[in-house]
Nanobody, 128 residues
Framework: QVQLVESGGGLVQAGGSLRLSCAAS????????MGWFRQAPGKERNFVAA????????YYEDSVKGRFTISRDNAKNTVYLQMNSLKAEDTAVYSC?????????????????????WGQGTQVTVSS
């Protein structure tokens, strides 16, 4: 069992930056693939980025490539999402998620149903 708690959301102007954190408790997160998803009002939850347990492989949704960076510190059981050059369309509730193990497939890792554990989410609002 893994519990996930996000932090770092807030209000930022377009072009600004935020860093989200996801702290994991319970079992060590080092065995889990971790992902970030976002959900805008009235829309489905969508994949943003994922990182394997070792941190050696990362996946990004096309619209965030070059702007967002996912990383992890297994010693701190924490995953980060550095978001730069933020746009109004990045406004959403951002949630982190986890599943045990690793599957080497973008198609797999971008699926909501792949992840067993979820945090409550943190709001990110980008003003234009």
């Amino acid at each position: 069992q893994v519990q996930l708690v996000e932090s770092g959301g807030g209000l930022v102007q377009a072009g600004g930056s935020l860093r989200l954190s996801c702290a994991a408790s319970g079992r060590p997160s080092s065995s889990y693939t971790m992902g970030w998803f976002r959900q805008a009002p009235g829309k489905e939850r969508n994949f943003v980025a994922a990182i394997t347990a070792s941190g050696g492989i990362t996946y990004y949704e096309d619209s965030v490539k070059g702007r967002f960076t996912i990383s992890r510190d297994n010693a701190k059981n924490t995953v980060y999402l550095q978001m730069n050059s933020l746009k109004a369309e990045d406004t959403a509730v951002y949630s982190c998620a986890a599943y045990l193990g690793y599957t080497n497939s973008y198609a797999y890792n971008q699926q909501v149903r792949a992840y067993r554990y979820w945090g409550q989410g943190t709001q990110v609002t980008v003003s234009s």
